[in-house]
């Protein structure tokens, strides 16, 4: 379970995101909307440890979230998220835990399929492959580091629609068979209604709404969730 | 690496190279061979001029001089290599400090590198020098200490680059320490400027120590190197000019071998963008060849990897003045190399063909025409990063282009710049253009992109996913000065999108590219509901909406697309198609176009009244 508590942070006199308090149940995926500059990927980054509260506390089970912890981020540019000079293979074992060279590899073909990639890419550079390859080299990254929570900001919005749906059918069935749970970060109504069973909106910083999904889709309460529902029927 | 040998392969190049090899090589055997000779004392000769016997005359004990000047070449070569590793490894320790220490402490590092860069170099040498004593060992620690910020300020600038990557962020994350992350995955990132730079400044170092040497500070007897024997030649100049001039000249020629070196790596490692390289020189319409009203036509555009499979096979496509037409396909299929084969941006080993290739009206594949680019072509990438030198102020790249071949001088530029970086909505121009590109933010690099194609009048833009790594108001903002540029100046635009959304509201015509061909070419306002190939409309069908069924799994497209080494003969999406049939898989459809303008390659597509009564 990984719970925002009361999370404030500032960069210099700017309040990015401003006493936030959210949990990820286990087995469980939280949609995150809001606008741009509203303050989902400094809590996404929070959410790791890559951040620092300046007040407030992030916590995996009743231990505050670190660096080392098992929460991993998936990033939504697919061209910065791998390095240039490792090959796909390398990039993917990265996070992996401490096992042997044979069980590393056989581990990495594992994870390219599971994200629908053919195994023999792991030799590859980044920049033998198009952006959305990429992108699914990064979800299979993430997955090697076997987190009990896994942050994902705005993963779908650099992929194909035919990849976005399996890439969201991959996360559902992830999440039906390990009991995976999510903080899902998008701006795209659709997609979030599709996976999460909560979902929170963020605005100026603050969670101004949050709930489970459909209530929150199907009947919001405040102004700006309104107004995202609106802009998504024009 | 390939990019490293085709240093070899300019002219330039190929000279500094073999200079420097000559002059590395001279280092190496020269106090091997010459040594007697150059230590000969000959009372009978004592400063004497050039003569067929002493080519560079003699000194004060009659020691051949020419001989000398090949010997001191190690030891001149070796010490300036010795102060550029000082400097490099000082340099690289202070610049790489800040990444480590976090951000309180390496707010002082950087302050103090700050400092130090302000303080001329040579002076600083000098000082240095004086504090470590006179002698060869002081001189090396003064050069290398004292071109070390210049190297600690490019190593902060790159590091600053590649550190805010979301790669960096990713293993960070993973738990992987500061100290790993910057060896694994900073400093081979930054390497290459690194050396280049090494390169450049082991010349500069070379031509401070022969002034260190010279000014007496340098070099001790009996030990020499070229500064010394000119200081000792200058006393005789007006007697025995050669005594002064040949290691004058071994300093020049040398220093000129690592600067010219270093210059054409950089030309090579590709500091210079790929948009550097769209940019030839003068610009100039030129309509020479049939006239056609279109501002872009391509027929049969092929693009073949080095494995020999075709990435691109055989796209042909017309773009109207004004018109702007959209590309959507899944990942893969070709749409990126579609596009920078048009903008002659693909680099060997990759092939491009085309049976026909005109912009404006004129063949881009006749090297006289490519200048035509270089104005008339702006190109957006999805990744503005890459595309801007992470070295070099944001104005100075700007203005490359239009100093080089619009010919304007470094005011008229510099202006245009501001003026450009205005129309692109950025806030106060003047501060901006002195900025380096990581003190951008992405939607901020993405403008200033679009600012570096409107440098020119361009008639055609093209965006490869201008917008996908930006969030989504950004995202907004970008379409919509788009929108403005081509309203205001009749502009075409090319957009490449892998969001059928952004490319319907858009565009007025898409191109529904797969496995390197296009398949359906229509109206964007027939996206949605309008679509005849089967994979169109399980592309259009793929888009999650507001009623999409939870409880069921999200229409997808079973299996994937081809990569370019497995197509196969017949159509390429049959093995995922529904309505595939055993002529499907035998044979390939052509893109065929119907009375209406609109072009299909399928052997079922839906019947143009059935796609409509769907709706
Ligand atoms: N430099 C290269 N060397 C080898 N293969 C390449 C190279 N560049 C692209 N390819 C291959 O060519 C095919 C087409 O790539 P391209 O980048 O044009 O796809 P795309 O349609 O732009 O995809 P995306 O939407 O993901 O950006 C892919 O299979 C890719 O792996
Ligand atoms: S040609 Fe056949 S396999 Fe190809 S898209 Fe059309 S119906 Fe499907
Ligand atoms: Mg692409």
């Known amino acids: 379970m990984l719970r925002f508590d009361q999370v404030t942070i500032r960069y210099g006199s700017r309040i990015a995101v401003d006493n936030v308090s959210l949990t990820v149940p286990d087995g469980e995926i939280v949609g995150l909307v809001g606008e741009s500059g509203s303050g989902k990927s400094t809590l996404a980054r929070a959410g790791v440890g890559l951040v620092a509260p300046t007040s407030g506390q992030v916590l995996l089970g009743d231990r505050p979230v670190g660096l080392r912890s098992p929460v991993q981020l998936v990033f939504q540019d697919p061209y910065s998220a791998l390095d240039p000079r490792m090959t796909i293979g390398q990039s993917i074992a990265e996070p992996m835990p401490r096992a042997s060279r044979a069980d590393r590899r056989a581990e990495v073909s594992r994870l390219l399929e599971l994200v629908d990639l053919d195994p023999s890419r792991a030799m590859q550079y980044p920049a033998q492959l198009s952006g959305g390859q990429r992108q699914r080299v990064a979800l299979a990254r993430a997955l090697a580091g076997q987190p009990e929570v896994i942050i994902a900001d705005e993963i779908t919005s650099a992929l194909d629609v035919s990849v976005q749906g399996t890439v969201l059918n991959l996360i559902r069935d992830l999440q039906a068979q390990l ?16 996976v999460a069973t909560q979902v929170a909106v963020m605005h100026h910083g603050r969670i101004v709404e949050h709930g489970p999904a459909p209530e929150v889709l199907g009947n919001p309460q405040h102004d700006y969730t309104r107004e995202l529902l609106a802009s998504l029927t024009t | 690496m390939s990019r490293w040998r085709s240093v070899l392969r300019t002219p330039v190049g190929a000279c500094a190279a073999l200079l420097l090899v000559g002059v590395l090589a001279l280092a190496v055997l020269a106090p091997i061979l010459w040594s007697a000779q150059a230590d000969r004392v000959d009372t009978d000769a004592i400063r004497q001029g050039m003569s067929a016997e002493h080519w560079a005359g003699t000194d004060d004990l009659g020691r051949d001089l020419f001989f000398r000047v090949l010997v001191a070449t190690r030891l001149s070569v070796e010490l300036a290599l010795l102060a550029t590793l000082i400097a490099v490894v000082v340099g690289l320790t202070l610049g790489a400090l800040p990444a480590l220490v976090g951000s309180r402490l390496g707010r002082y590092v950087v302050a103090f590198v700050n400092i130090t860069v302000a303080f001329p170099g040579l002076l600083l040498a000098l000082f240095l020098a004086v504090i470590f004593g006179v002698g060869a060992r002081g001189a090396v620690l003064a050069i290398g200490l004292a071109g070390a910020p210049a190297f600690a300020r490019l190593t902060q600038t790159l590091v600053a680059g590649v550190i805010e990557r979301d790669y960096v962020a990713a293993a960070r994350a993973a738990g992987i320490g500061r100290f790993r992350v910057l060896l694994r995955h900073v400093l081979p990132n930054i390497a290459e400027p690194l050396i280049v730079n090494a390169t450049i400044s082991a010349g500069g170092a070379l031509l401070a120590f022969a002034g260190l040497s010279f000014l007496g500070l340098g070099v001790q007897a009996p030990q020499y190197d070229w500064g010394r024997l000119l200081g000792d030649g200058l006393a005789g100049i007006y007697v025995t000019p050669a005594a002064a001039l040949a290691p004058g000249i071994a300093v020049v020629i040398a220093g000129l071998a690592f600067n010219l070196f270093g210059e054409a790596l950089a030309k090579a490692v590709g500091l210079t963008t790929p948009l550097g390289r769209a940019l030839p020189r003068l610009p100039r319409r030129t309509d020479s060849s049939a006239p056609s009203d279109a501002v872009l036509e391509v027929r049969e555009l092929t693009v073949t990897l080095p494995s020999g499979a075709r990435a691109v096979r055989g796209v042909s496509l017309q773009i109207a003045p004004g018109e702007a037409v959209g590309v959507v396909g899944e990942s893969g299929s070709g749409k990126s ?194 679509a005849r190939h089967p994979y169109t409309r399980a592309l259009v069908a793929a888009v999650p909406t507001m009623e999409s069924d939870r409880q069921l799994p999200l229409t997808v497209i079973p299996g994937r697309m081809p990569d370019p080494d497995d197509v196969s003969a017949g159509c390429s999406f049959a093995p995922r198609c529904a309505l595939a049939d055993a002529h499907c898989a035998a044979e390939q459809p052509e893109l065929i176009a119907s009375a209406d303008g609109r072009r299909i390659a399928c052997w079922h597509p839906a019947p143009a009244s059935l796609a409509l009564q769907e709706s």
């Open chain 1, 179 to 194: 009991g995976l749970s999510m903080l899902f970060i998008s701006h795209n109504l659709a997609v979030v209604r599709y």
């Open chain 2, 337 to 530: 190399l579609t596009a920078l084969a048009i903008a002659q941006l693909v680099e060997e080993p990759l092939q491009v063909r085309a049976e026909r290739l005109h912009f404006q009206g004129a063949d881009l594949q006749a090297q006289a025409h490519r200048k035509l680019l270089g104005t008339s072509l702006a190109m957006v990438f999805q990744d503005p990063m890459t595309a801007f030198n992470p070295t070099q102020r944001i104005a100075s790249q700007l203005a490359e282009g239009a100093r080089e071949h619009g010919g304007l001088s470094r005011q008229a530029a510099r202006a245009r710049v501001i003026d450009r970086l205005r129309a692109v909505r950025i806030h106060d121009p003047e501060r901006r253009a002195r900025q380096y590109p990581h003190e951008f933010s992405g939607g901020m690099r993405q403008r200033a992109m679009i600012g570096m194609g409107l440098m020119g009048t361009p008639a055609l833009i093209i965006a490869d996913e201008p917008t996908t790594a930006l969030d989504v108001t950004v995202q907004q903002q970008i379409l919509q000065l788009l929108a403005e540029i081509r309203a205001a100046d009749h502009v075409a635009l090319l957009l490449i999108s892998h969001d059928v959304t952004v490319v319907s509201a858009v565009c007025d015509r898409v191109l529904v590219m797969y496995a390197g061909r296009v398949v359906e070419d229509l109206p964007a306002a027939e996206l949605a509901r309008g």
